[in-house]
């Protein structure tokens, strides 16, 4: 469950209202949100692929600015050279079907996760709320991107 105070903090970092939010996934040492678990049907009936959504506006902005810097292109080529990348990356994507699939099967979605897995780099975003969700080894691009970024979750830089 997803407390009140919680879902205003993601609207106020969003600058919208929040929707679907499950539960909040990552939290910043200050207490805040970093991360949400979000339904995979959204309550208008929107399928919602984004199971674990960055929502802190330090953390989007710095990922938004690692996105520009080319590491996406940087990302793609290391996934088509390192098999145990590439094998690290499939299973993330396996996993979060999974998890996903443990809160609603929307079959719309089918086989697509998130960030462009299991075989792009599309969508740092995504692949760096999941590594923070789950923790490092779950995502090995999401932990590169977090070795990458000019941000951390161990220090408050919430605004
Ligand atoms: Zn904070």
Not at 16 to 33: M, S, T
Request: proline share 5%; with cysteine; glycine share 6%.
């Amino acid at each position: 469950m997803v407390s009140d105070a919680d879902v205003l903090e993601v609207t106020r970092q969003l600058g919208r209202p929040a929707r679907g939010i499950l539960e909040v996934a990552a939290r910043c040492v200050c207490g805040r949100p970093v991360v949400v678990k979000t339904t995979p049907r959204l309550e208008d009936g929107t399928p919602f692929p984004t199971l674990f959504y960055l929502t802190q506006t330090a953390a989007t902005a710095a990922v938004s600015t690692l996105e520009a810097s080319g590491f996406m292109v940087e990302m793609q080529q290391r996934l088509a050279e390192d098999d145990q990348i590439r094998a690290g990356y499939l299973l993330a994507h396996r996993s979060y079907l999974a998890e996903r699939d443990q809160i609603e099967v929307v079959p719309e979605l089918n086989d697509f996760s998130a960030g462009g897995m299991p075989i792009r780099v599309k969508c740092l975003h995504a692949l760096v709320a999941h590594s923070l969700a789950k923790g490092e080894g779950s995502n090995p691009i999401g932990d590169l991107a977090l070795e990458a970024l000019d941000w951390s979750i161990k220090v408050c830089s919430c605004n």
